[in-house]
């Protein structure tokens, strides 16, 4: 391709994507493909010969839309939201063309500093500890791991790092309720899953502080060494939020490292009215949030919190002969600060996000989804068929249908029938989730463009499933 042709296709390429975009509501949210369907279609051998940008376009509507879920519907309420908006996928249009790779400093010293700046802006606004530093990262897991990490080396004074596990015996513990990344970071941090201790919930699904306490205790007197404990601040099934100022005076009392899984919730916390969450964090030790999920900005990015540096860095930092710089010591090389070399230029998307919606108006979008979420619930409540099964603490709403008189069997089969019977449509896509064993449907109200007429529909969709049981 020459770049006269590449003038040409990218016009063209903006006009799809607006297109797209301009008629997203018309495709059906869920892909409706089946297993193997979209690899049949595709020719077993690559072309030796080269093929025109206008054979490669029309294969990609034909073959590889129908395979796609549209995360940017505002008829998405399944799992989290992937977000996007205009803004952010204008950066990622940048970062493509600039394709510069940031793993140090010198690499491209705008990428480092941007990405120092932007992590400081979100700090405060989210009134996170002042003197804490912030990251990016590709996923809450890896935060998490670099978290779990960070915890063994401090509290091994680096033995781990240096000669391996040794006589250490360790342990983290979180709520039956947290993310299945805590245990998939255990295990790769060595830690085994056999030390993740799952402390039960309350009602509200939170973790008892009670029963945390007592487990370090006991693991304490049989030679165990507590080293992380991980609180959920908005939980994937139901958005719990665990006692945070409770938990941080434990963690401070017996010297554990507290981590803070905010992955999907922690965006709220640019909201005012959701700062009290956060009571005691100037004692807890890291926190995660994805700007990905739920502030308007493309996957991937992710922000990563640290009250003290020198864990994460001295946990993960090298330097071959190759990266040796001048600089070293004066700038932040990120490439120190997680598991990765190689970084992209994150920073950029989140830069425009919020300099194109100024904070004023990216809480004014939380606030909208936030009412929205609180209309359904109403709904909910209201209707004599329906019933809420978790508090809603922000944008997420855990309900089924009971109609009384049925056993869990039946109801969990009804209610199953009505997601899919939605999912099917392809007018909008539901998942679920169980809480306290109850088979239970998950409606989450955050994609960026959501409105009323969309979430109306989609309870309308709903109710009409249900009809047919
Ligand atoms: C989504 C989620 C994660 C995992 O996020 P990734 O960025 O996909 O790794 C972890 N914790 C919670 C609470 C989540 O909701």
């Known amino acids: 391709m020459t770049i006269d042709e590449f003038e040409k296709q990218a016009h063209s390429m903006v006009d799809f994507m607006v297109d797209y975009l301009r008629n997203i509501e018309g495709f059906p949210v869920k892909s409706q493909v089946s297993p193997r369907q979209i690899y049949d279609a595709l020719p077993p051998q690559p072309p030796q010969d080269a093929e025109s940008m206008d054979d490669i376009m029309s294969d990609f509507k034909t073959t590889i839309l129908p395979g796609i879920t549209h995360w940017q519907s505002p008829y998405f309420h399944a799992y989290f939201p992937g977000n996007s908006s205009y803004p952010s996928l204008l950066a990622e249009m940048l970062t493509a063309t600039m394709g510069a790779q940031c793993m140090i400093w010198e690499t491209s010293p705008a990428a480092a500093e941007l990405e120092q700046m932007v992590m400081e802006w979100l700090r405060d606004a989210m009134t996170l500890p002042s003197d804490w530093e912030g990251v990016i990262q590709d996923t809450a897991s890896t935060a998490t791991l670099c978290a779990l990490i ?104 017996y010297d554990v490292w507290l981590h803070i899984d905010a992955a999907y919730a922690g965006s709220a916390l640019i909201l005012p009215e959701y700062q009290h969450l956060i009571q005691g964090i100037a004692d807890a030790d890291s926190f995660v949030f994805n700007p ?153 109200i955050g994609q960026t463009y959501v409105e009323k007429r969309h979430v109306e529909r989609t309870w309308t969709l709903i109710r009409e499933a249900s009809a047919k049981i």
């Not at 007197?221 to 908005?234: D, Q, R, S």
């Not at 490439?335 to 992209?344: C, E, F, K, N």
């Open 292 to 444: 990905h999920k739920w502030l308007m900005t493309n996957f991937d990015c992710t922000a990563y919190y640290v009250k003290d540096r020198s864990y994460l860095v001295n946990s993960f930092s090298i330097t071959p002969e190759y990266l040796k710089t001048n600089t070293q010591g004066q700038v932040n090389d990120y490439r120190d600060w997680g598991v990765p070399l190689g970084r992209r230029f994150r920073a950029l998307k989140l830069w425009f996000v919020i300099r194109n919606y100024g904070i004023k108006g990216l809480q004014k979008v939380l606030r909208s989804h936030m009412a929205l979420a609180k209309w359904l619930e109403g709904e909910v409540l209201t209707h004599p068929d329906f019933e809420m099964m978790a508090p809603m603490n922000f944008n997420l709403v855990c309900f089924r249908w009971n109609p009384g008189g049925k056993d869990e069997a039946f109801l969990e089969k009804g209610n199953k029938a009505i997601i899919d019977e939605v999912n099917a449509s392809g007018m909008a896509y539901l998942t679920h989730t169980k809480v306290k064993g109850d088979y239970v449907i998950r409606v989450v």
């Open 150 to 253: 960070s915890a063994r080396e401090k509290y091994t004074n680096f033995d781990v790092n240096n000669e391996g596990f040794g006589n250490h015996r360790l342990r983290v513990y979180c709520s039956t309720e947290t993310h299945s990344s805590i245990e998939k970071g255990v295990k790769i941090a060595g830690i085994g899953k056999n030390n993740l201790t799952k402390i039960s919930v309350d009602e509200n699904n939170a973790m008892n502080p009670r029963e945390l306490e007592d487990r370090i205790r006991e693991d304490i007197k049989n030679g165990v060494k507590p080293i992380c404990v991980v609180a959920a601040l908005g939980t994937t099934g139901t958005t719990a939020v665990d006692p945070i100022l409770e938990l941080s005076r434990i963690c401070k009392e």
